[in-house]
């Protein structure tokens, strides 16, 4: 049985005007079965980027990332949960935010007539 989670040489580049920086340089790991895992690291050392690319929120420019032995599609991507020590930031943004945040994450279909229903 594979890991649900296997990460290889993800690498993340941003560039402002003056500078390019390199977020993520090849990170890898995986996460066995009922592994608990957290990101760990100072300020800058790329976990919210590479939780951003695990969640679909972010694109790597290289690496490859395998949910239970496959690449993210739907199936991969209605399995995935995940939190951040900013828990609060939700109670500062609208619940329509808040819904297209999370309908994002999760890839709603059709997002804005669901909210609307829901709202």
Request: glycine share 10%; hydrophobic share 35%; aromatic share 8%.
């Amino acid at each position: 049985m594979t890991d649900p989670l296997i990460v290889e040489g993800l690498e993340k580049t941003y560039k402002t005007r003056t500078e390019v920086v390199h977020a993520l340089k090849g990170v890898s790991f995986s996460v066995k079965q009922g592994e608990i895992f957290g990101l760990l690291g100072p300020n800058g050392a790329g976990k919210s980027t590479t939780i951003n690319i695990l969640t679909s929120l972010l694109s790597a420019d290289k690496g490859k990332v395998l949910f239970f032995g496959k690449e993210r599609n739907e199936e991969a991507q209605n399995r995935i949960n995940a939190t951040t020590a900013f828990g609060w930031l939700n109670g500062t943004l609208t619940v329509e935010q808040n819904l297209q945040i999370y309908a994002t994450m999760y890839n709603v279909k059709d997002k804005e007539t669901r909210i609307t229903q829901l709202l």
